[in-house]
């Protein structure tokens, strides 16, 4: 996850060379501190473009593939 961390309302991106079988059904959940989904959607680009985050605090970033493996990332908003 770079840039990281970022002030509120910057975008950042998850960089990993995904698959055509990753991609496929991928599912991105962002969630804050305290396990609540803010915001899930599925990414229509690679890298994976995560932004609109105002208020500060530490996020976490889940990405489920289309294989089913789950990635986290974390990210610290100013």
């Known amino acids: ?19 055509a079988e990753e991609q496929n059904g991928m599912r991105v959940e962002v969630l804050n501190a305290v396990g ?9 680009t690679f890298p994976i473009e995560v932004g609109g985050i105002y208020t500060s605090g530490v996020y ?7 294989t089913g493996e789950v990635y ?3 990210l610290v908003v100013k």
């Open 60 to 66: 976490y970033i889940r990405v489920t593939s289309g």
């Open 1 to 19: 996850v770079a840039p990281n961390p970022v002030v509120g309302g910057q975008s950042t991106l998850v960089n990993r060379e995904w698959t």
């Open 72 to 74: 986290l990332g974390r």
């Open 36 to 44: 609540q989904v803010v915001e899930i959607f599925t990414p229509a």
